[in-house]
């Protein structure tokens, strides 16, 4: 920045007595700057609102997916639950002891 002050300061002259060559100058490369930089962005902009849009996807169906397990009917498997039949005895004919580990024996009469 210092030298951008330096060179105004030894070309005042210059300046002064073509201020209107000066600033269409100025106005013409910033201009071409702004325009240079916009275009090498433009596509790094059009990535980033492609991402957004994509990500706004995905949580819309996530959403609608979480919504439409909550409205299923839970499955209940019913072989091995009920209590009448060939499920009397227990599989091991042991009912295993809560207390330690060894097994207790059942009451199977039945």
């Known amino acids: 920045m210092q030298n951008l002050i330096d060179f105004f300061q030894t070309n005042s002259a210059l300046v002064l007595a073509n201020p209107i060559a000066f600033a269409s100058s100025a106005v013409l490369f910033a201009s071409c700057g702004f325009t240079v930089g916009r275009y090498f962005l ?13 990500r706004d996807d995905q949580i819309e169906e ?4 979480s919504a439409a397990s909550k409205l299923e009917i839970q499955m209940v498997p019913v072989v091995g ?19 330690g580990n060894a097994l207790v024996e059942a009451d199977c009469a039945g």
């Open 62 to 65: 996530l959403k609608s997916r």
């Open 81 to 99: 639950t009920t209590a009448i039949g060939e499920n009397e005895r227990p599989p091991l004919e042991r009912w295993p002891d809560r207390r």
């Open 42 to 54: 433009a596509e790094r902009i059009a990535n980033l609102e492609s991402r957004i849009a994509r």
